[in-house]
């Protein structure tokens, strides 16, 4: 689909970490909605596939390069948005979601586009478990009971193990460690960087993740999947009545951090009911995996945010959905672009 056809309900979407499973998910999204895109790239490496996909791609400099300053970072991506005149930005890396979330009001004045992103205090909230277990008991849900180390002894004495350690600002599994006694918590806590202490809430077999996106202060979609993991990624994800039963706790949630952007909520299924244990203030890893039940949260967003369209109601589909991997044959005079970029 050409760049720039003329036509007044093309839009020209920018996708960041398009290597990523956060970035293919938005990119499949885009292309089985029924929005009309123009789509640019970018990355950080010529092996991400999904530079292959776009209409056009860039590499970005690599943040985490030695000399690469944050300004240079943000004056690319101005200088992209421009270039290709971008209207809608969407986050697909993990670690782009606070710099965006910084940086958002500059991107949007110098260049008109929309950033899609939670406000940085959302994302503060989100981002630090400790800080996310009170957010959720000051909002008067369910949460996990947590401690820093310097509250260990007092945390012993209401909670039994086994419990959980695990970085105040990791992601997945990273450095989570399931302790069943005093010996294995010492040990966990001198190998988990900034380690939060909490209670183990639940059971696998009830693990949730759930997503809704908001805007102006409304719920514009939800979505809960009762999932399986391996490595920290969702690989099954199944939609049921009892999903459902969980979308109104979830628009709630979704609500409650007052903030514009999508957001992912991993929680359990308890006998005292759902407790979250997790909040990710960007889309999710199963962003795409949702269409197949009836949710497009990136074609509900692009709709509010750059047409006014309100969310049509959901013709919802039971079912599961399965990851499965696969392999992208890429020309060798292609690579060797991206490459000597």
Known sequence: ????????????????????LIGQGLLRALKSSALSCCITGTDYFAHAVGLYWVDRGYILPDLLAPGV???????????????????V?????????????????IIEEQTGAKVIV?????????????????????????????????????????RAFPLVVKPRAGFRSRDLFV??????????????????????????????TCGTVCQGGE?????ALRRDLKDGNTIRAVFDEQCLGLHEFVRRAGLALRSDGPFNFQLRLTERGPVVFEINPRFSGTTYMRTF?????????????????????????SGVALRYYDDQFIPMDQFRKWSMT
């Open 69 to 87: 300053t944050g300004r240079a970072w943000l004056a690319e991506i101005v200088r992209i948005i421009g270039e290709r005149r971008i209207d």
């Open 179 to 208: 302790v069943r006694d005093r010996k294995e918590l010492a040990e966990a806590m001198s190998r988990c960087p900034d380690p939060v202490v909490q209670e183990q809430v639940g059971v696998c077999e009830a693990e949730y």
């Open 89 to 105: 930005v969407l986050v697909g890396l993990d670690f782009e979601v606070a710099i965006f979330a910084e940086n958002r009001r």
């Open 293 to 317: 039940f009836g949710v497009n949260e990136v074609e509900v967003l692009i709709n509010k945010v750059h047409f006014g369209k309100d969310p049509v109601p959901v013709e919802w589909s």
């Open 219 to 223: 719920s514009l979609s939800v979505i």
């Open 118 to 158: 939670a406000t940085s205090e959302a994302v503060a909230i989100c981002k630090d478990k400790y800080r996310t277990a009170l957010f959720l008991q000051e909002s008067g849900f369910l949460f996990p009971d947590s401690c820093l180390p310097q509250d260990i002894e007092t945390f012993l004495e209401r």
């Open 1 to 20: 689909m050409p760049w720039d056809s003329g036509r007044v309900d093309m839009i020209n979407v920018l996708v960041t970490g398009v290597g990523s």
